[in-house]
C-alpha cells in the first residue's frame, strides 16, 4: 500500500481524488452487478429462498430449448424488419426536406421532435385508444369500408407496436440525417453539377455514400432498441395476442419477477445480450465505410 | 434569357411550396396524437372513441385523478407526480456535478491510468441495460433500498454518456482560464463550477435536458423497485392503474396521460433549442 502511494505524485492526486466518486460508483453499480448476473445465470435460485445450486450451463441450454424464446426472438426480427426501414425512409426524407429550407427550419426541426420528448406509458394509452377497434382511426378508416385490427390481430400486432416506436423516434433520426447532410460540403455537388451529373445520379453518388456514419449510427440505435422493447407491449397488449407480441426483454421481466427464477433470467438477458452485440457488430460490418 | 430566369425563378418558388408543403403536412400526424390526448381528456365516455371534435366538455377525469380516492386510500397521482419531479430532478443534478467532475479530470488533469478510465468509459455505454437489470434489483433488494427514492435513482445517478460529453467540451476550453483561475488561487472544484461550467451551458443544458427527460419516461426499472403506490413515480402508478382499476376508463387513462406528458413538453419548449442541438451534437443518447 504504502509502495503504491509512494509512486503517485503529489499533483497526480487531484486527477485521482476526481475521478475516485465515478470510479467507487462503477464498481458498486456498474462491475460488481456484471459479474454476478454472470455467475447467477449458473445457478438455480428462486429469489425468495436462500438456496442456491450450481446447475452449469443448464440455464442457457433451457432457455435456448424455450419455445418464447425463440418466439420473442422472431418477433424482434419482425419488428426490425418493419421499424428499421420506415424509420430510415422516413426521416431521411424529412431531413432532406429540412435541408432544403432555412426559413423556419429550427421550428419544422423541433416541430418534428415532438414525439421525442412523450413517455413510454403516455403515448402507448394514446395509441391503444386511438387505434383500438372502435377508436377514432377506424372510425375513419370505417369511411371508406376498412377496419384495421391493429393491436388484436397476431399477425401485424407487432407491425403496429413498430410503427407507434416509429413515431416517437422519427424526429430524432432526421435530425442525426440533417446533422449528416449539413456536413456535406456544397462544393461536391457543385462540381458534380459541372460533371452534368443529375439530381438522382447526385442523390446516389454522393448523398448515400457521404451520410454513411449517419446511416451506421442510426442503425445501431435502432438494433439495440429492437432488443429493448418493453413498455409498449407491456401496456398495450400484455404480450399478445397469442404472443405475438412478446419481446426479450418481457420475457426476462417475466422469468425474474413473475415466476422469481433469478438464474433463468439472467442466462436469458445474457444470451439476448450476446445476440444484440453480435447484430451490432454485424450491421457494422455491412454498413460502416470508411468515407474520409 | 429574361424568359428562362422567370421560368427558373418559378420552378424553385414551386420547389419551395411543395417542400413546406410536405413538411407541413408530415407535421399533422407528429402532433395529432397530442392533440387527440388532450380533447379526449375533457370528452365525456360515449365520445372518446369516435368523435374527434366534442360536443361537450367534462373535468370528470380530471377530477378522478386528483381528488378522488381510489380504493378508500388517498389519490395518489398527485404524490406521483411530485415524486417524479423529485427523482427526475435529483438524479439530473446528480449526472450534470459528477459528470462536470469526472469529465473535467478526464479532459484537463494529467494522471496515470487516465486513458485506461476514458476507454472504460467508451466500453461501458456499449452494454445493454438487460443486463444490468437482474444483479441491481438483488443489490437494491439486498441494501433495502426496495420502496425508497435511492433505489429508484441508483443506478442512474452518474452516466457514462454525460462524462464523455463533459470530457469533449472542456477540452476546447483555454488553457490560460484554468491557469488564471489557479493563479487566483481556486480550488479545482471551484475551477470546475465557476470556471468551466459557466463556459459550458449548452453542453450542461443538453446533459441535463436529456437525463431528465429519460427518468421522466423510464418505466421498467421503477416498476421493478417500488412496490408502493405513495412511492411510485407517475409513469409506473399511470401503468399500473391503466392496466388495473382504470382499464376501462380511456378517460381518466387521457387525463393521467397528459398530466405525464405535460412537464415534459414545458421542458420541451423551453429548451428545444437545446434538444435539437444535443442530438446534431453527440448523436449519442439512444
Given amino acids: ?5 509512494a509512486k503517485v505524485k503529489p499533483n497526480e492526486l487531484v486527477g485521482y481524488g476526481l475521478i475516485l466518486p465515478y470510479l467507487i460508483y462503477s464498481l458498486i453499480i456498474w462491475v460488481y452487478p456484471l459479474i454476478w448476473g454472470v455467475s447467477i445465470a449458473f445457478k438455480r435460485w428462486n429469489i425468495i429462498s436462500t438456496e442456491k445450486t450450481f446447475v452449469g ?9 424455450d419455445p418464447l424464446f425463440w418466439i420473442a426472438f422472431k418477433n424482434t426480427l419482425y419488428f426490425m424488419v418493419v421499424y ?7 426521416s431521411l426524407s424529412v431531413a432532406l426536406l429540412l435541408n432544403r429550407i432555412n426559413f423556419l427550419r429550427s421550428f419544422f426541426a423541433s416541430g418534428y421532435l415532438i414525439s421525442y420528448v412523450s413517455a413510454g406509458v403516455a403515448y402507448s394509452i394514446v395509441f391503444n385508444l386511438m387505434f383500438s377497434g372502435n377508436g377514432i382511426i377506424n ?16 399477425k401485424i400486432a407487432m407491425a403496429s407496436i413498430a410503427l407507434i416506436v416509429v413515431w416517437k423516434f422519427l424526429g430524432y433520426y432526421s435530425l442525426i440525417f440533417l446533422a449528416g447532410l449539413q456536413s456535406i460540403p456544397k462544393s461536391i455537388y457543385e462540381s458534380a453539377e459541372i460533371d452534368g451529373a443529375g439530381k438522382i445520379i447526385q442523390f446516389f453518388r454522393i448523398t448515400i455514400p457521404l451520410l454513411n456514419p449517419s446511416f451506421t449510427i442510426i442503425f445501431i440505435f435502432a438494433i439495440m432498441l429492437s432488443f429493448n422493447v418493453f413498455t409498449e407491449p407491456y401496456m398495450i397488449t400484455g404480450g399478445g395476442p397469442l404472443d405475438s407480441t412478446q419481446t426479450f426483454v418481457m420475457q426476462i421481466y417475466y422469468h425474474t419477477f413473475t415466476n422469481l427464477h433469478a438464474g433463468y433470467g439472467s442466462s436469458f438477458a445474457i444470451i439476448v445480450a450476446a445476440i444484440s452485440f453480435a447484430f451490432v ?5 455491412i454498413v460502416e465505410k470508411d468515407i474520409a | 434569357m429574361g424568359r428562362y430566369t422567370l421560368n427558373r425563378l418559378n420552378f424553385r418558388s414551386y420547389g419551395k ?12 400526424p407528429m402532433v395529432f396524437p397530442y392533440i387527440w390526448m388532450v380533447l379526449a381528456s375533457f370528452k365525456v365516455p360515449a365520445e372518446i372513441f369516435d368523435r374527434f371534435i366534442p360536443t361537450s366538455l367534462t373535468l370528470e377525469h380530471y377530477r378522478m385523478i386528483f381528488l378522488m380516492g381510489s380504493t378508500g386510500s388517498a389519490n395518489p397521482f398527485i404524490r406521483a407526480l411530485a415524486n417524479s419531479l423529485l427523482v427526475s430532478s435529483v438524479t439530473t443534478l446528480s449526472v ?35 443486463l444490468f437489470l437482474i444483479p441491481r434489483f438483488l443489490l437494491v433488494t439486498k441494501l433495502g433500498w426496495i420502496n425508497t427514492y435511492q433505489g429508484m435513482i441508483a443506478p442512474f445517478m452518474m ?27 481556486c480550488s479545482e472544484l471551484r475551477i470546475i463550477f465557476q470556471v468551466m461550467l459557466p463556459l459550458s451551458k449548452s453542453v450542461t443544458i443538453i446533459v441535463a435536458v436529456f437525463t431528465f427527460m429519460s427518468m421522466w419516461d423510464e418505466f421498467l426499472w421503477y416498476l421493478i423497485v417500488t412496490k408502493d403506490y405513495n412511492l411510485m413515480p407517475l409513469s409506473v402508478l399511470l401503468g399500473l392503474f391503466t392496466k388495473g382499476e382504470y382499464s376501462s376508463y380511456p378517460g381518466i387513462q387521457t387525463a393521467g396521460a397528459t398530466l405525464l406528458t405535460i412537464p415534459i413538453l414545458i421542458i420541451f419548449f423551453s429548451f428545444r433549442k437545446f434538444f435539437t442541438e444535443g442530438i446534431a451534437l453527440s448523436g449519442i443518447k439512444g
Avoid: C
Fill in chain 2, 17 to 28: 411550396l411543395l417542400t413546406y408543403s410536405l413538411l407541413s403536412l408530415g407535421l399533422v
Fill in chain 1, 84 to 90: 428499421i426501414p420506415i424509420s430510415i425512409f422516413l
Fill in chain 1, 57 to 65: 450451463l443448464s440455464n442457457f441450454v433451457q432457455v435456448i430449448h
Fill in chain 2, 159 to 185: 452516466s457514462a454518456w454525460a462524462i464523455f460529453l463533459f470530457r469533449q467540451f472542456f477540452r476546447t476550453i483555454p488553457q490560460e482560464l484554468i491557469d488564471a483561475a489557479r493563479i487566483d488561487g
Fill in chain 2, 96 to 130: 450534470v456535478i459528477f459528470g462536470a467532475i469526472t469529465g473535467y479530470a478526464l479532459a484537463r488533469l494529467r494522471f496515470r491510468g487516465r486513458s485506461l478510465l476514458n476507454n472504460f468509459i467508451l466500453f461501458q455505454m456499449l452494454f445493454p441495460v438487460v
Fill in chain 1, 1 to 5: 500500500m504504502n509502495s503504491i502511494l
Fill in chain 1, 281 to 285: 457488430f454485424f450491421i457494422r460490418k
Fill in chain 1, 139 to 154: 372510425t375513419w378508416l370505417g369511411g371508406i369500408g376498412i377496419t384495421i385490427p391493429w393491436f388484436s390481430s397476431p
